[in-house]
């Protein structure tokens, strides 16, 4: 057996694919919204309560006072959607490169799934102390959909990433 076979996990100064990572979290954001909504369809009588509720992080309060379907709310709604998946999917994969955890499929999962699971946390008991309207979205459903969200974004991030960084 040889040596240099064996994969070491110790941090080593190792630049994070930037561009592939943002990439992925705009992906991973995308199949999170989607996850959401097809859960929000099958459990809630307002499909669009959920896609108010993260608009109400930048429009205020105020538009959950509302329901149905509003383009402005949309479109606020997938700004921070698709910002937010960007910005933990750099937070990701900065964790990822300089500990190389992107060695093989099945680790660079399990690490995407443990970081689905720290967001939900952060996002539903440690956020919800400022958008206090998320409390009523913690779950099973949405516990599900972070995991999902981490573990496709660390694959997509492993298969965007350009071979030279991750040597």
């Known amino acids: 057996m ?16 930037w561009t592939a990572a943002a990439i992925a979290g705009f992906g991973a ?3 999170l919204m989607l996850v959401e909504l097809i859960w929000a369809t099958m459990q809630a009588p307002d499909r669009w309560l959920v896609t108010r509720m993260v608009a109400a992080m930048v429009m205020g309060w105020e538009v959950l006072q509302t329901s149905g379907y509003d383009l402005t709310v949309v479109i606020a709604a997938l ?34 799934a443990a970081f689905g699971v ?5 996002n539903f008991y440690g956020m919800s102390e400022a958008f206090s309207w998320f409390t009523q979205l ?15 974004c660390a694959l997509f991030y492993r298969m965007l990433e350009r071979p030279e960084k991750r040597e």
């Open 2 to 17: 040889e040596l240099r076979s064996l994969q070491s996990h110790r941090w080593v100064a190792r630049q994070a694919d």
């Open 79 to 112: 700004a921070v959607h698709y910002i937010l998946g960007i910005a933990f999917a750099l937070m990701l994969a900065a964790i990822i490169a300089p500990f190389q955890l992107d060695s093989s499929l099945g680790l660079v999962t399990l690490v995407g």
């Open 138 to 152: 913690r779950g099973w459903s949405t516990f599900i959909a972070h995991v999902i969200f981490g573990a496709s």
């Open 29 to 31: 954001g995308g199949i």
């Open 118 to 122: 720290l967001l939900y946390v952060l």
